[in-house]
């Protein structure tokens, strides 16, 4: 299941110290501080409001700290969102496509469940509307990586001749991603325990319609 930034960050194993090219010394414990600092901020803030003063202070490290790491909150945001979110959403294959597609769902809603990203990820797609650079950034970090894995996916699920040759694979991606997303972080509506696998169901004859 997916887990949260922070968890995320802290749930790797350090090594003691790296050295960027010609630079200073980095302290991998310093850089997941500051990490987990920013995706609380940002939870708290959002990105419009996210000072780079107000991670600092929260990661107990210096300014120039996130300087020798970042050159800018935009490079920061994107560069720390987009490890997570890639990392989450590693190749899926069950063996089935119902499983695949099942599996998928769980993995969103774990993370759409969880209190930092139901937080962060609507306001920075709604950042995503007015700023640009900032979605040019993402999409083409996260949202195409993304959208690559669960091609593949539907690509296997043809080769196993689960799904016609002919199947409109940007449509089921849609499907796939939309009425998960516009319950739990729109509507934010409950869900009952079989909700995951009625909407698989419906997902697979949609795709096969």
Request: charged share 25%; proline share 6%; hydrophobic share 45%.
């Amino acid at each position: 299941m997916t887990t949260s930034p922070s968890s995320r960050t802290s749930a790797r194993t350090p090594t003691p110290e790296r050295r960027l090219p010609g630079g200073p010394v980095l302290q991998d414990s310093v850089t997941e501080a500051i990490a987990t600092a920013f995706f609380e901020e940002l939870a708290s803030s959002g990105y419009a409001r996210l000072s780079l003063e107000a991670v600092a202070k929260r990661a107990g490290a210096g300014k120039a700290a996130i300087y020798r790491r970042w050159s800018s909150k935009l490079e920061m945001t994107v560069a720390l969102t987009s490890a997570v979110a890639v990392d989450a959403a590693g190749e899926i294959d069950t063996g089935t496509l119902r499983g695949d597609v099942l599996a998928f769902l769980t993995d969103v809603a774990g993370a759409l469940r969880h209190s930092l990203p139901s937080r962060i990820v609507p306001d920075l797609l709604a950042e995503c509307a007015r700023n640009p650079e900032l979605a040019q950034a993402l999409f083409t970090a996260v949202r195409d990586t993304r959208r690559a894995n669960a091609t593949r996916m539907l690509e296997r699920a043809v080769e196993r001749g689960e799904l016609p040759p002919e199947v409109d694979r940007e449509l089921a991606l849609d499907l796939l991603a939309g009425p998960l997303y516009w319950r739990l972080a729109v509507i934010r509506t409950p869900t009952a325990p079989d909700y995951l696998d009625r909407l698989t169901d419906k997902l697979l004859a949609a795709f096969t319609a």
